[in-house]
Structures are given as structure tokens and as C-alpha cells.
């Protein structure tokens, strides 16, 4: 039982609900304007190099989560709705911290990628994609989205072609706001980019919220419809 309001087992549903969830997270933008801090000194061809292994490297980070996370919990016992429930709460806790407390989360970032700054050797994988750009927090949420696939049946394949695309897509903005960083910050500034965390923070907020009414409506439903023995 499914009463989620997007169709998540066609392609364009996960698709919608994975997008905003990953971009919220992910928060490709804001953290442009700390890379930009961290490539200092690199030429622009270095900067445009490593934006493109960032964004290769996420890709792949997002896509196992993606497609692996919910089974792996499964396997050691973890029901689909407790995954749900679990899943949600971690979204939702961690959309409220970055909504109420986007500073803290901004410094927490710095901090992971200040080792790149004066390393000279490849930096693009550590720390730049993990855990600065698809850290433990993304990855969390991408299997978090994974819990929402639908039990069995035909919609699972779209459901993760939909969640594939999103990762894709999501990817693809990273390598974009990364390669031309400077320009990312001469347009929004730190105090644009605070508030523009903040808009896509209270969204990743619904998502966790929706993700933990659907778990709690498969317990319901569960409890209620068991047949007594």
C-alpha cells in the first residue's frame, strides 16, 4: 500500500521526487562557492578537470546508494517500512539542521574539503566527492529515496530509472556549478547562497516528512489488515 501523491513506480514520479530530495541535499550552488575557495591558485583548466571527475565520481556514488542501500538493509532484516520510517527521520533531521542552522552546515563543508587546498596530488574523489560533495548525509538520503520503490511488481524498474535519471541530472548540475564556480559566486555571494540553502533545505524537509506518512501507513496498514492466528 502505497498513498504517496507521486506516482513512484513510473519513471517520471521518482524522477520528481528523487530531484529535489538530492539537489536539496547535494546543494550543488552553495557548494560552489566553496570550491571555488578550495581550487585557488589552480588554473582554470585544472578547475574544469577536476569538476569533471567530481561530477563522474558522484555520479557513481549516487547511483550505488541508489540502487544498493535499501536492499543491503533488507538483507540484514530491516522491513521496507522500518527502512521508510528510519529513512525518513534522517531526511527530516537532517533538512531541519540545515534550515535552522545552515552556518554550521557551511563550516562542516569547509572543513571537509580544506585538506584539497594545499594538496597537490589527485584530491577529486577524497576528499572533493566524499565526503564534500556526496558525503554520508547524501548518501543517507539517497537510500532513504530508494525505500520508497515500490514492493514488487512491474514499477521497480521505472522507479529506479526515474532515481537513476535524477542522480544523473544532479551529477551533471554538480560538474556545471563546480566548472564555473566563479561565476556561481559573483552571481548569488554568500548571502544569496544562504538563502537559496535555506528555500531547498524546508523542501528536503517535505520529502523526509512524506517519506515517514508513507512508512507509517505500510505499519498501518500491516497492523490492520494481519489476519489474527
Known sequence: MDLSPLPVESVVGAFLLAFPALFSIVNPVGAALIFNEVM???TRAERHRMAARIGIYSTIVLLVSLWLGSYVLNFFGVSL???RIAGGLVVAIRAWTLLMQPGTHEERK????AP???????????????????????IAVAIALS????ASGIGTLPFFGGMSLAAVAIAIIIWLAYRWADRVVALLG?????????????????????IIVTGAIGVAHIMFTQTPR
Not at 554568500?190 to 524537509?205: E, I, M, Q, W
Request: include cysteine.
Open 40 to 42: 585557488t591558485g589552480r
Open 81 to 83: 517500512e522500518a527502512l
Open 110 to 113: 569547509a572543513s571537509a574539503a
Open 116 to 138: 584539497a587546498q594545499d594538496a597537490g596530488e589527485d584530491v577529486a574523489f577524497f576528499p572533493l566527492t566524499m565526503p564534500f560533495t556526496t558525503g554520508p548525509g547524501t
Open 147 to 150: 525505500s520508497q520503490r515500490p
Open 190 to 210: 554568500n548571502a544569496g547562497a544562504r538563502v537559496f540553502s535555506r528555500l531547498v533545505a524546508f523542501l528536503l524537509l517535505c520529502v523526509g516528512v512524506q
